[in-house]
C-alpha cells in the first residue's frame, strides 16, 4: 500500500508527521507512507528542515493521497504548473486533504459539489472555489475526504486504516499511538467520527 503524503514549502508539521507516523504503524501488512514534496528539500512553517522521501509525482501511482496543509497553500493552488503535476484519479484512489489541503483538492476539480471540512483561515478560499464547508473535523464521500483542524490528521489516517486494512488493524495500530491510560478510549473515539463514512467492506481493495 503506497501513501503519499504531499508537502510543499511552509508545511504544517502536525499535518504531515502525524498521517505519515500514524499510517506506517502498518509497515507489517506491507504499507508505506512517504512524503511526496514538491522539491527535494522543503521548510516547515516552523523552519524545520526535510528531505522529500519521494517527488510530488509519486501521487499519481499512489493507492492513497494525503494533503497537508500550510502558510503556502494558497500560493501552491494559484501555481498552474505546480497542479499540472499531479494526475490523481478518485476512482483508484484514496484522496483526503485537511486545513489548507482541502483548497488544492478543490483547485485540482476533486471536490465538485461535495460537502468538505478545513480550517476557519482557509474556509473563504475554499468557498471561493465553489465548494461547501461544513462546521465538521471530518467528512468523506466514496473515496474522497477532508478534515478540519491541525490535529485532524489523526482522523485522515483513521479513516484510510478502517476502509483499507480493517477495524481489527485499525484498532491495533491506533491503540499502539494512543496515550497510556487512554488507548481503548482513543482508539474507540477516532473510529466513531470516522466510521459513518465508511460505505464499503472494510478492509477491501479501493
Not at 504499507?31 to 522539491?39: D, F, K, P
Not at 501511482?61 to 497537508?68: K, P, Q, T
Not at 461535495?114 to 473535523?137: M, N, R, S
Request: glycine share 10%; with cysteine.
Amino acid at each position: 500500500m503506497r501513501i503519499a503524503i504531499v508537502t510543499f514549502d511552509g508545511f504544517n508539521e502536525l499535518d504531515s508527521f502525524i498521517a505519515l507516523g500514524m499510517l506506517n504503524r502498518l509497515r507489517g501488512l506491507g504499507w508505506q507512507a512517504e512524503i511526496a514534496g514538491s522539491a527535494p528539500q522543503l521548510t516547515s512553517m516552523n523552519g524545520v528542515g526535510i528531505s522529500s522521501q519521494q517527488p510530488l509525482e509519486f501521487a499519481n501511482e499512489a493507492e492513497v493521497v494525503l494533503f497537508g496543509s500550510g502558510i503556502k497553500t494558497r500560493e501552491v493552488a494559484a501555481d498552474a504548473a505546480t497542479l499540472a503535476r499531479l494526475k490523481l484519479d478518485p476512482a483508484r484512489q484514496l484522496i483526503g486533504a485537511q486545513c489548507s489541503g482541502t483548497l488544492l483538492m478543490a483547485r485540482l476539480g476533486l471536490l465538485s459539489s461535495l460537502p468538505a471540512c478545513t480550517d476557519l483561515i482557509t474556509k473563504p478560499w475554499v468557498q471561493e472555489a465553489g465548494v461547501q464547508v461544513v462546521d465538521a473535523p471530518f467528512h468523506a464521500e466514496g473515496n474522497l475526504a477532508t478534515a478540519g483542524g491541525c490535529l485532524a490528521s489523526q482522523y485522515l489516517a483513521s479513516w484510510v486504516m478502517l476502509r483499507l486494512a480493517g477495524e481489527a488493524a485499525a484498532k491495533e495500530a491506533l491503540h499502539y499511538v494512543a496515550p497510556v491510560g487512554e488507548k481503548d478510549s482513543y482508539a474507540a473515539r477516532l473510529l466513531s467520527v470516522v466510521r459513518p463514512f465508511v460505505t464499503q467492506p472494510q478492509g477491501t481493495t479501493i
